[in-house]
Nanobody
């Protein structure tokens, strides 16, 4: 499974961005997809996840502001990020889980700054 993430950028506080992560290869075996992030000097942090049955969970830090969704016809997971805060600045990574392994996409930088 290969993952290609996109959609990062520079945005002002209060703004929005949408990240995308497209899966290819043995993408039909993917069950759960999720987003993680890592800010400078901080630990890797789970942000949101969605299962194949679209059961969704969010980290408390993003609940009510971020929305995860997936389009199974395109093998793509999205992260809509609204009301962005400077503390959301990080490299965002998508991850796909099959029954046997985890796969990671390359990171995409999100910077929230005025």
């Amino acid at each position: 499974v290969q993952l290609q993430a996109s959609g990062g950028g520079l945005v002002q506080p209060g703004g929005s961005l949408r990240l995308s992560c497209a899966a290819s290869g043995s993408s039909s075996s993917v069950y759960t997809m999720g987003w993680f992030r890592q800010a400078p000097g901080k630990q890797h942090e789970w942000v949101a996840g969605i299962t194949g049955r679209e059961r969704i969970n969010y980290a408390d830090s993003v609940k009510g502001r971020f929305t995860i969704s997936r389009d199974n016809t395109k093998n793509t997971v999205y992260l809509q990020m609204n009301s962005l805060k400077p503390e959301d600045t990080a490299v965002y990574y998508c991850r796909a889980a099959t029954a046997y392994a985890f796969y990671w996409g390359q990171g995409t930088q999100v910077t929230v700054s005025s």
